[in-house]
Every structure is written in C-alpha cells, then in structure tokens.
C-alpha cells in the first residue's frame, strides 16, 4: 500500500494540484486584502463613507454591553446571530475579481500557447478509389 502511495503522490498531476492549491490560498489573501483594504474603502468613499462591514441585522438578543454597536466583529464575537450582508458584499466583489483576474490569465496563457496544427483529413482509401474510378470513366470517349 506505502508504494501505491508514493506512486500516486509522485505523478504530475497530483503535484501541479498541491501547488495550485497552495498558489491559490495565497493569491486568496492578496485578493482579500486588495478587496478590502483598496476597493472597499473606495467604493465606500464614492457611495458617502458607506463601510459595508458594517451592513447587518441582528437576528437575536444584544448583550447590554454592545447595545447600539456597530462593530460587526465584535458582536459576532459575542455570539449575537448576525445576517451580515455588507460582509457578503465584499465577499461578492472578492469572487468578482479573482474570476476577472483568472479569467485575463487563461484568455493570456492560450493567446500565447501555439494553436495546434490542423492535419487535412485522411481520405478512405475506399472513397479514393471510387473517386480514381470515376476521373477514369470520365476520360474515355463514349461509344
């Protein structure tokens, strides 16, 4: 079973998926941060100060000692249920530019990958022959 193991760890593909992974958790948080620390506040500037980390309902009761706050991470710390849809908002934006940004590399990668070459299609011989037999009947004289 230990060599089943290893020969399916050593084969590329399982490798190129680890380090995908670890790529894309990375790429992950640079995104989290452009989102958050970059576009949010400017789109919050552009809409009047709006902080969509801010946004929620409260959908149980408040401790007293966080009555009219408007700290999100904090009540959610409390244990208050939330419905936190200014963080889903940012979330939305997140998954906007990362599909944008995958979406510009893949259009890149196959704009400079060589297009394959495209053989002729390979006649039947069955259908060259009718079509030899056919050009032969055609140049003798008719009787």
Known sequence: ??????????????LDLA????????????V????????????GKIFGGLDF????LTLGPVPAALRGSTDYAALKKAGVP????GEFITQAVNFLIV??????IV????KLMPKPEVAAPVEPADVTLLREIRDELKGRPRV
């Not at 989290?32 to 789109?43: A, C, F, K, R, Y």
């Not at 980390?53 to 929620?56: E, G, L, N, R, V």
């Not at 599909?99 to 510009?104: D, E, G, S, V």
């Open 1 to 14: 079973m230990l060599k089943e193991f290893k020969a399916f760890i050593a084969r590329g593909n399982v």
């Open 19 to 30: 380090v995908a992974v670890i790529i894309g958790a990375a790429f992950g948080r640079i």
């Open 32 to 43: 989290t941060s452009l989102t958050e620390d970059v576009l949010m506040p400017v789109i």
């Open 53 to 56: 980390s801010s946004y929620f």
């Open 82 to 85: 939330l419905l936190g849809y």
């Open 99 to 104: 599909a944008f940004i995958i979406f510009l």
């Open 107 to 110: 259009r890149s990668v196959n």
